[in-house]
Every structure is written in C-alpha cells, then in structure tokens.
C-alpha cells in the first residue's frame, strides 16, 4: 500500500499508539489501515463414495484439480460463501453436513474452511472458473495435479475417516519454511 483510500496522500508503516503491530499509516490524516487474513470457504462435496472436484480454469494453478472453494463475499456467512463458492464452480447445490477442515495459512495470510456436504443427485456442471468438474472415486482422484496442499490434506483426512466412519473437526496450521 502506498496512498491512503481517505485522503489520498502517502502512507508508512508504523506502530500506532496503543497497537503491538506494524500497520500502513496516512502520514497526512492519520488512518490506520488495518489488513486481515482473507477467508477461504468451500465444500467437500460427497455423492455415494464419490467426491466431487473441479479442474480450475483460472489461476493460480491453471488446469488443476480442487474442491469448489473460495474468498468470501462481505455479508455473507461461511455456509453461504461454501455453498456460493460451490454454485458458481461447480453449478452444485450440496447440504452442507458440517465444518470439517480448518487450515491456517499464517504466511499468506489465508484461513481455509471447508465443510463436509452431500450431493442428493450427481448434478452439476462447470461453472466460469472450472473447466471440468467430476465426480472421483479414491483410487481415481489425480493426486499429482490437485491444485494446493489444503486440497490434498482434506482429501486424504476424509478418505481415513471414512474407514474409520468418524468425520472429526480438524483444524491444522500449514507453515511454508522460507527457502534459502
């Protein structure tokens, strides 16, 4: 960030009384410019023994696999971005059944939800950021090319605890060490 939304002129990073952070401050009027985590919410999309995935037609990670997922709108809840987030990626209208995965990205600032849902029917189709959205069994999902470590992680999990038939709450940082 470089100029203030309020007035316009320069802003610098500084510690601002009674606050512990860096943050972006007008040096003309003051504002403090506040930047939080971006929340990600999705849907684990289950039919039968089959889950469903979308092939991402947009970058990041362009030609992909990942579960219907993304950023959350203002004013609107967590069920309703999962299942906006679902319509729009994979023309799907799930019940969501509960939270089952909590990822922290702390490094990218990023806070992934994904809930466990049911399909009722197999409809569905892809939307304007997949290219192909498809049903998987387990010895069927395309390991090598789902788009991110969440997608992977959340999968593995449900495919353990369907074995198990126990569908726990996990919550989970996932810490990139910097290259050196």
């Known amino acids: 960030m470089k100029f203030c939304s309020q007035c316009g002129n320069s802003v610098s990073m500084s510690i601002p009384e009674g606050d512990s952070r860096e943050r972006h401050v007008c040096d003309d009027c003051g504002e403090i410019h506040y930047q939080n985590p971006k929340i990600i919410a999705g849907c684990l999309p289950i039919y039968g023994d089959q889950v469903l995935l979308c092939k991402r037609a947009i970058e990041p990670r362009l030609g992909y696999w990942t579960l219907p997922a ?98 726990p709450i996990r919550v989970r940082d996932i810490i990139r060490k910097p290259r050196s």
Do not use: C, H
Request: net charge negative; charged share 30%; glycine share 6%.
């Open 70 to 167: 993304g950023f959350m709108e203002n004013g609107e809840t967590t069920l309703e971005g999962a299942l906006r987030e679902t319509w729009e990626e994979a023309k799907a209208k799930p019940v969501i059944d509960d939270l089952y995965t909590l990822f922290n990205l702390p490094q990218i600032s990023q806070v992934y939800m994904f809930f466990l849902a049911r399909l009722a029917e197999p409809e569905f189709a892809a939307g304007d950021e997949s290219l192909e959205v498809k049903l998987f069994n387990e010895d069927e999902i395309p390991w090598d090319n789902l788009a991110f470590p969440v997608i992977n992680k959340t999968l593995k999990y449900y495919f353990a605890d369907r074995k198990e038939g126990k569908f």
